[in-house]
Nanobody, 123 residues
Framework: QVQLVESGGGLVQAGGSLRLSCAAS????????MGWFRQAPGQEREFVTS???????YYANSVKGRFTISRDNAKNTMYLQMNSLKPEDTAVYYC?????????????????WGQGTQVTVSS
């Protein structure tokens, strides 16, 4: 069983930056494709970005060029660097893992989820 714990959320002004972390235990991240999703109030959870087991990345158009996903297999941790934040980025951010090397943008493809961390961007 894999446990995922997010951290790094908070309140930031528009144009600012935050870095989220997702620490894993129970299984090495290097064997998993990982992803970040987010859910704004009253909205469905949506895909943000994903990274394959080999390090290939894939981004939603809304965050491309502003967000960067990465992983440190030695620390069993995944990161989401968020720059040029906008008020519409406000949401609870969830990290997720799937028992496959291949990245995916589909919620249903992920087997493991963190509890979420709140990101609030003020205008």
């Amino acid at each position: 069983q894999v446990q995922l714990v997010e951290s790094g959320g908070g309140l930031v002004q528009a144009g600012g930056s935050l870095r989220l972390s997702c620490a894993a235990s129970g299984r090495t991240l290097s064997r998993l494709a990982m992803g970040w999703f987010r859910q704004a109030p009253g909205q469905e959870r949506e895909f943000v970005t994903s990274i394959s087991g080999s390090g290939n990345t894939y981004y939603a158009n809304s965050v491309k060029g502003r967000f960067t996903i990465s992983r440190d297999n030695a620390k069993n941790t995944m990161y989401l660097q968020m720059n040029s934040l906008k008020p519409e980025d406000t949401a609870v951010y969830y990290c997720a893992g799937r028992t496959s090397y291949v990245y995916s943008s589909s919620l249903n493809d992920y087997n493991y989820w963190g509890q979420g961390t709140q990101v609030t961007v003020s205008s």
